[in-house]
């Protein structure tokens, strides 16, 4: 996760525009590749093992994927964030406004796979549960649509979303100066997605029977996922910094790079 | 030597085990739900365990389903239930279902301590081996399954074909595509437009232009006057085609329906039988190692008939009286061997209960059933309370059926 | 409010066609239209299939009643929301049309992956309602008005007012009636009781079960206009949300030493 640095301070010679989208790509890879991966393995899994969660071969072919999950997400998180945390810039107020646009624009990048992973989590595998659950019945809280959407999707954007906001404050001196809080908001709503999941398996032990997909029990993942409303205060944030300040700073009347 | 004997026996357990993957999910389901609820008997499909049909053929489930009299109090009382079937999803198309020959579409409900005549007629769709049930969607408690078999569907999906004729005339030849066309039609129509229109705006400089002008209260740049016109236009355009589509839409389907939300009425049909013969629970104890439910009880005859014990049945698992003929005769060939425990019930006392006697004898059901059905699991029920259907029959081959029910004790070792 | 002295250089400078600072605004205006569609898919499609999905997931609960009087209400809620940043602080008279774009491919791709190639279930059952030409007058109207309360009116009522007609083309040849084991029903009906959901029995189906003074027996019209009165103040409501959202501002950052920032306390300039 890092940007080609050969804007290098003091330096005479202005580099071309050119945003490194290299980074981008691969994330949407990987995350396309993980997604479609855990799809086909629900289509040659779920109907044969998946049924009845007190068969030894759910065991073999579910909840270990469940298990790893568990395993391996924590992991990924603190590597992620960890590794953001610690390579952090000590000299951020000396960073070029140049340098700066640069991060900022390989930012915005990286919040395309954020959306993209989100994407799956909040559409793609959140309404197949419906048609999971609405075909077959319920007999564990960890069905074959469950570890992937709740063990697997929300992790994913969540590790990414985490990752992103620590990269803004530890490299974006707009983001560092002050925490913003739609991108708070951003990052922290669709996490609450995932406690979510304690009250939606408590009403579903407890409460709810039947399936279908509008019951109360279900808003506290509306709730949250309204908070992606406030990426729209992120974009004006974005807007109002880099059309005030860091825009006119790096551009001449001509519109060509001044550093 | 003891070691490896565990161990080959561990091993036999665990093939066993294996072997009966066939649930639905239904035996995660709280013991109280599947004992004290629906009991299911006399059931009969149309095609035998394990066999194979082709797609578009149909089979065939039916039999009596019994509502328990002590319903649980943890769920609605059977005022609103469906009957159904269990299967892997739509892989069987459901062709009719009736509960004592009233079909049944709608939902309806029933009386608890009363038996039904249920058929289902499916008709094979996806290719596959499908694990299938008779089953009572019961409003609160979910899906109660019944008894289910093995059916194979061979053939190709893409041969299935189900169709019905309206009552205007149309003969729709395949549900599964019909009108599908239409919608698609109409949602690439709309996307299409939204397309256009948002690349109206994105075609041209999208962001910091217009933030910068939103600043400086230019919004002549902003949304300038062709924008204006376009969008008039636009607007006045879907308004258009909803008010042409739909009088299309009238004049194509000038009779149409609204859905049908009515429920159905279903007449039960008296059982003079039920309950001739009173059963009191004393104790019933579940000892763990050895898997048997022994159940001390009190059997009251008012038949006016010798009678035998024949069967305890709960949750699907029928403990037989092996000792009575026609008891076992009531076992048809091909009944799933996982339901049927081979030890059946055992009896303190074998010999026919006399006409107005009062006996109190020991029924034992043993089985690893209890364990894989995961029904032990009733000693984790906040209450933990049993109940299954007796049946007896008298030396005519009459059968009467009686309710049990009460605490269950567990034994977690030898003493 | 006018441009500062730098605002109005850089409106100059990515004014000028081809100059970098043209190339990277583009840049910058296509990254963060990506963005907006992945987003806009994840959050409008999880809020709308937890709040009016089932009328929206099987043809047989797509009746005059819960339907028509549920969905345009919840199908107003985020668009209106993201009005306000788009419209207000963009001009950008698309928030709408996004939306509805995002929720029907959203709709579309699960209804193929999920309902139709995974659990079995026919197109016939599963397809999406038409939310697209209500949530598209929203922003023409509001366009057209540029005022927020004439929006409510107009556009927040037109997501209802449109949202019947948009989908009776579709709808219709569903509801044509059947006689079926001897009973009175329509196709969907047929359709959705043909087709095994093992756990969504018929009783669950919240639909119409019977009008008590439709008069005319118009339960379509008397949906239709309840939910635009709903929707015109569900408009101006998440309008005004949009507002709060998009105007949140900062909080400190306790962190900021740790990356060579000055602490705030140290900030009198």
Do not use: C
């Given at each position: 996760m890092s940007v080609v640095q050969n804007d290098v301070v003091k330096s005479e010679k202005i580099e071309p525009w050119k945003i490194n989208f290299k980074p981008m790509i691969l994330g949407l890879l990987a995350i396309t590749a993980i997604m479609l991966t855990a799809r086909w393995y629900q289509q040659w899994a779920a109907w044969d093992y998946g049924l009845d969660a007190s068969d030894p071969l759910f065991d073999v072919y579910w909840m270990k994927v469940f298990w790893a999950q568990l395993i391996i997400e924590p992991i990924l998180f603190f590597v992620f964030v960890g590794y953001l945390w610690l390579t952090r810039d000590t000299h951020l107020n000396q960073l070029s406004k140049r340098e700066e646009l640069n991060k900022m624009m390989f930012w915005i990048s990286m919040l395309v796979v954020y959306a993209f992973s989100f994407y799956f989590a909040g559409s793609f595998y959140a309404e197949q549960d419906a048609s999971w659950h609405q075909t077959v019945v319920r007999d564990t809280s960890f069905t074959p649509s469950h570890i992937f959407l709740f063990y697997m999707c929300m992790p994913v954007f969540i590790i990414i979303g985490f990752s992103l906001f620590f990269y803004a404050i530890t490299r974006l001196p707009f983001f560092a100066e002050k925490i913003s809080v739609p991108l708070l908001l951003v990052v922290c709503g669709p996490f609450m997605l995932l406690p979510t999941v304690g009250y939606n398996e408590w009403g579903h032990a407890f409460w709810l029977m039947e399936e279908y997909f509008t019951v109360p029990l279900h808003w506290g993942f509306v709730f949250f996922g309204w908070s992606i409303i406030a990426l729209g205060g992120l974009l004006v944030q974005i807007l109002g910094y880099m059309s005030s300040d860091l825009l006119p700073k790096v551009l001449n009347e001509k519109g060509e790079l001044t550093s | 030597m003891t070691r490896l004997y565990i161990k080959v026996v561990m091993m036999l357990v665990l093939f066993s085990v294996a072997g009966l993957a066939l649930a639905h999910g239904e035996r995660n389901q709280e013991p109280f739900l599947r004992m004290k609820t629906l009991h299911w008997y006399d059931i009969k499909w149309s095609i035998e365990n394990d066999s194979t049909v082709q797609v578009n053929e149909e089979v065939t489930m039916s039999g009596k389903v019994h509502f328990f009299s002590r319903w649980p109090e943890q769920i609605n009382m059977p005022d609103t239930v469906f009957l159904a079937n269990a299967t892997p999803g739509p892989v069987f198309v459901r062709v009719g279902t009736w509960l004592n020959d009233v079909p049944m579409i709608q939902s309806t409900g029933v009386e608890v301590?009363?038996?039904?005549?249920?058929?289902?007629?499916?008709?094979?769709?996806?290719?596959?081996?499908?694990?299938?049930?008779?089953?009572?969607?019961?409003?609160?408690?979910?899906?109660?399954?019944?008894?289910?078999?093995?059916?194979?569907?061979?053939?190709?999906?893409?041969?299935?074909?189900?169709?019905?004729?309206?009552?205007?005339?149309?003969?729709?030849?395949?549900?599964?595509?019909?009108?599908?066309?239409?919608?698609?039609?109409?949602?690439?129509?709309?996307?299409?437009?939204?397309?256009?229109?948002?690349?109206?705006?994105?075609?041209?400089?999208?962001?910091?232009?217009?933030?910068?002008?939103?600043?400086?209260?230019?919004?002549?740049?902003?949304?300038?006057?062709?924008?204006?016109?376009?969008?008039?236009?636009?607007?006045?355009?879907?308004?258009?085609?909803?008010?042409?589509?739909?009088?299309?839409?009238?004049k194509t389907y000038p009779r149409t329906v609204p859905l049908q939300g009515g429920k159905v009425e279903v007449q039960y049909v008296p059982n003079p039988e039920e309950g001739l013969v009173e059963v009191k629970n004393h104790t019933s104890e579940y000892y763990l190692p050895g898997r048997t439910i022994t159940i001390d009880a009190t059997i009251t005859n008012n038949t006016g008939k010798v009678i035998q014990i024949g069967e305890f049945m709960s949750s699907n698992l029928r403990f037989v009286n092996k000792k009575l003929p026609i008891a076992m005769a009531g076992v048809d060939e091909g009944y799933p061997a996982e339901l049927v425990p081979n030890k059946g019930l055992i009896l303190s006392d074998d010999s026919p209960i006399q006409p107005g006697e009062s006996r109190r004898l020991r029924m034992e059901a043993t089985d690893v059933a209890w364990e894989t059905e995961r029904l032990s699991s009733l000693l984790n029920d906040p209450d933990s309370s049993y109940g299954a259907l007796i049946f007896f029959f008298d030396e005519e081959g009459n059968r009467y059926t009686s309710e049990i029910y009460g605490q269950i004790l567990p034994t977690f070792f030898d003493k | 409010m006018s441009l500062t002295a730098e605002e109005a250089k850089l409106l100059k400078a990515i004014s000028v066609p081809n100059s970098d600072a043209a190339k990277i605004v583009r840049n910058f205006d296509w990254i963060v239209v990506v963005v907006l569609l992945f987003a806009v898919t994840a959050a409008f499609h999880i809020h709308f299939m937890l709040t009016a999905g089932d009328w929206d997931f099987w043809v047989d609960w797509k009746d005059r009643m819960y339907w028509v009087t549920l969905t345009p209400m919840i199908l107003v809620i985020i668009p209106a929301a993201l009005s306000y940043p788009l419209m207000h602080k963009l001009g950008l008279p698309i928030a709408g049309t996004v939306c509805g774009l995002c929720l029907v491919i959203g709709e579309w791709v699960s209804r193929i992956s999920g309902f139709h190639l995974w659990a079995y279930f026919p197109y016939s059952l599963v397809w999406p309602a038409i939310v697209l030409p209500g949530l598209m007058l929203m922003d023409l109207f509001y366009m057209l008005f540029r005022n927020v309360f004439l929006a409510s009116v107009f556009g927040g009522g037109a997501v209802a007012m449109a949202f019947a007609p948009a989908n009776w083309p579709i709808l219709a040849p569903y509801h044509v009636p059947v006689v079926h084991i001897e009973q009175l029903v329509n196709v969907a009906d047929v359709i959705g009781y043909s087709f095994t959901r093992t756990a969504t029995p018929e009783y669950l189906r919240f639909i119409e079960r019977g009008t008590l003074r439709t008069f005319g027996g118009e339960s379509t019209l008397v949906s239709t206009f309840f939910s635009a009165f709903v929707c015109m103040i569900l408009f101006y409501m998440w309008w005004r949300i949009g507002q709060f959202l998009s105007n949140l501002g900062t909080i400190p950052n306790q962190l900021k030493t740790f990356v060579g920032l000055e602490a705030d306390k140290d900030e009198a300039k």
């Open positions: - | 301590g009363r038996v039904y005549d249920f058929k289902v007629v499916l008709k094979a769709r996806i290719p596959g081996r499908h694990h299938v049930h008779p089953m009572f969607n019961v409003e609160s408690a979910g899906g109660l399954v019944g008894p289910g078999i093995w059916m194979n569907i061979a053939g190709d999906a893409n041969d299935f074909l189900y169709g019905v004729e309206t009552r205007t005339g149309i003969v729709i030849e395949d549900l599964e595509t019909y009108g599908v066309e239409n919608v698609v039609k109409w949602h690439a129509f709309w996307a299409i437009l939204a397309v256009l229109w948002l690349a109206w705006w994105v075609r041209r400089p999208l962001l910091i232009n217009r933030f910068l002008w939103v600043k400086d209260n230019n919004w002549s740049a902003l949304i300038t006057r062709t924008d204006m016109m376009v969008g008039g236009i636009l607007l006045v355009f879907i308004i258009t085609v909803l008010i042409v589509a739909n009088q299309i839409t009238e | -």
